[in-house]
Each structure stands twice: as C-alpha cells, then as structure tokens.
C-alpha cells in the first residue's frame, strides 16, 4: 500500500512539474512576442512618457523573473490580472465561461461514454457481423467530417427544417437545469458524434486483443455465455487503454471546442479565446493557456491513477 | 447403465494455416469408462491437446472438427447447440491447463473464478461453492486454505496455482477432466505435489481424466491406460504396465530407449591442472534484486559440468556472469587461469572468442531474416578473418559436422527449419567461433525427447572431436544423468553441492539434492505411491 501511495505520489509530483514548465514556457512565449506590450496598447501616436508611465503601471519595468513569479503566483490565488482590452479582472471573464465549458463538456461525456462503451463492447461481442461493421462504418463516418461541418447539418435538420432543438445555445443568466439541457443539446449532440467513434473502436480493439489469451479461452471451457467472457473477463483487463482514450477525449472536450462553440454561439471559454486572440488581449490568452493546460494535465493524471487503482498486480502486492 | 463415459469414433480435425486445412487429427479412436485414466502421449504435433479439447466438442480458433464422433455419456457433442454445449463444458467436463499462470484471469481474485463455474451453471450457491473450495484447498495441502482464495494469481506461486486450478476444474464435480500437460512448466520438486494432489482428487471423486503429457515416467503414475499418437495418428492402446513392460510399436520402442543415454565415465582431472574457467566469490545481483551469493566452483577443460537447480536458483545468472553479460559485484572469474574483465564489453576479441552460448530457444535466438550461411558466417568472418569463399566453406564444414547436408540447408531461412535442426544451427554458430568453452543454456528443454537425445550426441560427438568443454545448465535431471561428467547443484543463489556425477547420484545427499532427486518421476508406475508414503513417514 505504501508503495501505491508511493507511484500516485510521484505520479502527482511529476504532473504538478510539468504544469510548472508549461507555465513559463506560456509566459515567456509572450514575452517573445515582437513589440513593446505598452506600445501595442497605447498605439503609435503615444508620447514616450505615457508609454513609459503605461509600463510602470503594467510592471514591464521589473525584471522577467519577478514578474513571471508574481503572475504565476496571483494564477495560483484564481487572480490572473487585468485584460488589456477592457481592463475587467480576468476571472470575472474567465469564471463564468469556463463553467459553461466544464458544463457543455459533462452533458456530452454523460451522453458519449455510456454510449461509446457500450457500442465499443457489443461490437467486440458480435465481432464480424453485420452490427459490427455498422457500427464501424458510421461512426468512422462521424469522426471523418470536420465538427462545424456536423454542427450546420444539425442545425440545418434537427433546427431549421424540423424546429425541435434551438440553433443558437446563447444560454445566458439564470436557465434552469432542463432548458440548459434542452438549448445546448445540438452541441452536445456534435461532440458526442465527433467523440464517441474514437473511444468505441479503442473499446472494441482493446477488447479483440485479449480475445486470444488463454484465460478467455480457459472461461470459454469453463462453459461461461459470451456475454460475461466480455463484460467478467476481457472488460477488467482492457480498463487502462479504454480509461486513457476516455481521458484524452474529454481533454478534447475542454480545450479543442471553439469551433463548434462559434457555431451555436456558446458563451464558453474557446470564444472567450479566440476573441481574446483577435483582440491582441495577451493577459487573458495567456490565462486561458494556462487553465487549458491544467486540465490536461489533471485528466491526464486522473488517467494514470485510475489505469493503477484498476490493476491488482499494483494494488496488491505479492 | 453402461459403463462407458466417453467413446470417440474416427475422429478428424482439420487445421487452418496458409488459407488451406491441413489434417491434424487422422481419424482417432478413444473410449474411456467412468472413473478411469488414459494418459495420452506425443511429440509436439502429435494432436494430443487437439483430442484434449475435441473430448469436449471444441476446437481451438482456427481448427474445426470435421469428421467422426464424440459421444459422452449418452450425449453427441458434435451436434450441439452452442448453449448446449456450454451447460456441459465446466460442469460435466472440465480442463485443466498447462500454463495456470496464463490461464488465470489476473483481474480476479482465485475465489471469485472458482466460484464462477457452479454459479452460472446453477449447481450450487456462491455461498455454498466458497465452502467447497476451503475444504478441496486443503486437501489439496494449498497454505492457508480458508484466506488463499482471496489472493489474485499473481500473488501465488506456480506450484500452488496449478494445484487452484485443479481444484477450480472440481469445482462442479464433473464426471470428465482434461489434464493438457499440468505439470510441464514446473520444477520436479513442485512437480510432485501437484501430481500427487491430481491423484488424490481424481480417485477420491471417482473422476475418469484424459492425462495429456510428453513425459512417460509422469504418465505412468496417472494413467489406467496409455494411448501413443504421432502426427494424429494413433500408434499403439494398451494399460500402462503393459505398455511400459512390453511396447509393441517401433516408435514407442524408440521413446521408450531415449532414456538409456548414457556417457561413458572420464578419468578426473590431473592434480595441479589448471582449471579452464575458475568463479571466485562470485555475488550478483539484477539491480537491488541479489541473485548469487558467494558462489565458487571450477570448470575443467574438456568435461561437461551440469548446473541443475529450480528456477530462480541462480544457474543462469552464473552462466551469465562468466559470459560478461552480467558483471559481479564481488568476485572474478578466471579463464584459463587468466581474469577477464567482468563487462564483456571490456574483452578483446580473443577472449570473447573464448565463451560462446547456446540458448533455451533457438527460435528467438537466431535471425529470423538471416539465411543460415550469414548466421554461422558471421562469427567465423568477425573471429577468424575469414571472407567469401574462405568463410562459406567453413560453413559447410560445421554444418556438415551438426549432421546437416549443406547444401540443402545452406541457403535457407530459420523459419524453413524443424525445432531440432533451428537448435543445431545454434550450435554450429557456437562453434565457429572456435571456443574453448560453450554454455548450453536448458537446450534441450524446449524439444521433444527423441530430438533432444539427437542433440545431447551430437554435442557429446563434438565435444570428442573438438576437446571442448561445456557447461550445461538444465533442470532435468535425466539429461544430468546421460552427459555429465560432473555436477553442480544450486539452490537459492548458492551452491548445495557439487561433485562428480557418480558422487552427486549416490548417497548420501545433502537434503536438498536428496529431494531433488527423489522428485525425479521413474517409469515405475508405483514410484509416486513409494515417494509419497517414505516421505509421509519421515514427518
């Protein structure tokens, strides 16, 4: 037990040491940015002494360390400074789309894993049939079109021509529990379509790969049905790479859905970004990156912890 | 009700490889009563585990059955439903396999996947099952009975989880199990106690067994009958002191004289000889893990020195020490009286030349992309200079000496080789190098009885011609006896003992070489009973 502790542990330290170099390398690919911050801001009809007072105010006169210090510990606190465009506290912008993101992100995973799995494990159960290759060439069909392209054929469907579901998912204030539900199902919808064949066809290969190993051959001569070969004796020992494709997928969830948020107009944190970007708002790029970085970084130690809890070679020792 | 279990008819199975079916199974016949043992015997590709399965109307993926019939007790397992055939599978007819480690589902608990069986067969209760499994864990001598249940595979040693899976193959009292060779993958000391166990539970439930084995002093404990196969065809059926006392067949003849190898005793080595290889205090380690503990001991030129021990004794590990694979972290060895540096890559090339191996699997070991004239030609050409024309004629010459023509072998790739001629090769490459000493790395263990004793002449053949000196590391005691001149037994990283081979094979012994050697199955089929009783009278 100590030992596990031990792995999770170290697990733990590494990733918090990874997140530590992606923040400085986030930082100083700012600084390297060519140009005086100042001077962008002002633009260049500014006189140097409001250029120079527009530093000091910004604390570009210190020194790079205690700058990147100071920013990553005011990150550290949820305090990510000002955004350069309008001068509002970055978390009061960040805080309430990052939440929608997380929200749009749950409401498709609660659709697409059950989903994904369970196809991914009827298509090990009934490998070769026709189900199978259904399921195969469908999905493979989803995933080969770009997300905006299936977001507009939603719309166009499900929206425009049936009117069952809104084209527009501008939630904004107050909505209740089913009318979020209800105006976001589109998006969620999309991602569910552009994620699920990824994870199925990693379930279903995983499991096809221990399909020959002579403890499923041995439950087969134990007289058990085929159903509980998959689901007693495969399923346990594919957990790791089906939990790390489940990972990799929701990282995309957070970090990789601009696009589809600009399609339905989401107020989510990809807009936020890609505003930000075309605002030239560094501050709140940078903020961003980061926060995108730490998810990543946290699915993917969730992963790696969950692959070890689900081992018995490693949770109990000999 | 008659008293016939199991009666198969002209049985055939048909493999699939290269998209056509090839006949693995020609038509076999097998009839087995209730309560009684037959223990098959083979070479590898004989089709005994084929028969094994087809015993319970399956196939392995890629095989089918394609003629004759399976009846058991009453039932045509050919012309069953898939459901069917799964009610009787587990419960009336179980299989014990070879490997129990690989059979095992490590994600489970040994409890949880013996109780499986008669809960999804509805035999008896989860509850009731875990009971059952106590009181057959005991009698089996499992340590802690009543708590090992709860342990997953990998927290159980080898012996012990063959012996789980026996119990777990009782598991529904079936009439019928299938033993596909249960004790190949064990040391002979564990060996025995899953043999014994096997018995035990066989006779006290009245259970009829088909005991599938290569080895026929094993089988001769087991079985009622023995039935012999070659290449899916059935040689020869007759009850087991019969067919021990008098083979009929020429084939089991000629199994049967594999046994009586054995090479002539050589005069000791002089007084004041300086010993070929010389291990001195030697202690290593694999990283923290310490393997050898202050092991010394002397190889004299031109004998052959038997290293035998269980597995984790440390007998590979000191052939690798010598080799300069693994340097010591105490200790030296010495080759002709010399020290050589510990890290074979510290050698030159002459004395590199001096140690070659020859390894336990010769189908990983040799190239499988290299014709055989790149595999042998490649030592000659980096040792001895030669190029060309020079280093191909000395490849038909070794080939020529391994009793392989060359010039049908020459030109061919590994994978257009038997197991046999794959393990020459591995000794041809040994000796291009022109050694003075070569290790032999359990090369027999991985071959057939007859092949192998090809193999132990044939190095017997050229360690006369070419004054060369072997040690011989292996777990089988039987090879011990046919070539060794002298023996050294390890145990845990250390030496037990060590000695010429008369003195290692008479008493008194040590303790430990008594047991390994007591251990050894004898083709008396009152052996087992003889063993079990002396020891139980010693406790």
Known sequence: ?318 | MSDILLDIKGLKVEGKSADTWQQIINGVDLTLNRGEVIGLIGESGAGKSTLGLAAMGYAHDGCRISGGSVNFDGIDLLNLSSAQSRGLRGKRIAYVAQSAAASFNPAHRIIDQYTEGPVVHKVKGRTEAKKEAEVLFEKLQLPNPHTIGFRYPHQVSGGQLQRAMTVMAMSCKPDLIIFDEPTTALDVTTQIEVLSAIRNIVDEFNTAAIYITHDLAVVAQMADRIKILLKGDQVEEAPTAEMLDAPQEEYTKSLWAVRSLKSPIKPAPAKGDVPLIQVQGVTAAYGKVPVLHDVSFDIHKGRTVAVVGESGSGKSTAARVIAGLLPPSEGQVLIGGEAFPTHFKQRSKAQLQQVQMIYQMADTALNPKQKISEIIGRPAEYYLDLKGKAARERVRDLLFQIELEPDQFIDRYPSELSGGQKQRIGIARALAAEPSFIICDEVTSALDQLVAEGILRLLQKLQGDLDLTYMFITHDLATVRAIADDVIVMKDGALVEMGSREDIFAPPHPDYTELLLSSVPQMDPNWLTTVLNGRAQER
């Open chain 1, 1 to 318: 037990m100590i030992a596990l502790i031990q792995l999770i542990l170290s697990r733990v330290a590494l990733g918090l040491l990874t997140l530590l170099i992606v923040s400085a390398v986030i930082f100083l690919s700012v600084e390297l940015l060519p140009g005086d911050l100042a001077q962008e801001i002002l633009g260049q009809r500014a006189t140097e002494e409001s250029v120079a007072a527009m530093r000091r105010d910004l604390g570009l006169d210190r020194p790079l360390i205690e700058r990147y210090v100071s920013w990553l510990g005011g990150a550290l606190r949820g305090d990510f400074g000002v955004s350069l465009a309008n001068g509002r506290a970055i978390q009061d912008l960040i805080g309430e789309r990052f939440i929608n993101t997380l929200l749009l992100a749950a409401y498709t995973a609660s659709i697409a894993v059950p989903v994904a799995i369970s196809l991914g494990l009827a298509a090990a159960l009934y490998r070769n049939s026709i189900f199978d290759r259904m399921v195969n060439v469908t999905t493979l069909i989803t995933i080969s079109f770009p997300e905006f392209f299936v977001g507009y054929i939603l719309i166009l469907f499900l929206s425009s021509k049936l009117g069952w579901f809104p084209g527009i998912s501008n939630i904004r204030g107050d909505v209740g529990f089913f009318e979020f539900l209800y105006k976001t199902f589109l998006p969620a919808l999309t991602l569910t379509l552009v994620i699920t064949a990824h994870m199925m066809r990693m379930t279903r290969a995983a499991i096809i790969n221990l399909l020959a190993r002579p403890y499923i051959e041995m439950a087969d001569l134990k007289g058990m049905p085929r159903r509980r070969i998959i689901l007693k004796h495969a399923l346990p020992n594919a957990l790791a790479p089906i939990i790390n494709v489940i990972a990799l997928n929701m990282a995309y969830l957070i970090t990789g859905v601009v696009l589809v948020e600009v399609v339905f107009v989401y107020p989510g944190l990809g807009q936020l970004l890609v505003d930000s970007v075309s605002k030239r708002d560094v501050t709140v790029v940078q903020a961003a990156c980061l926060i995108f970085a730490s998810v990543y970084i946290i699915l993917n130690l969730t992963a790696d912890v969950l692959s070890i809890v689900t081992n018995p070679r490693l949770m109990h020792k000999k």
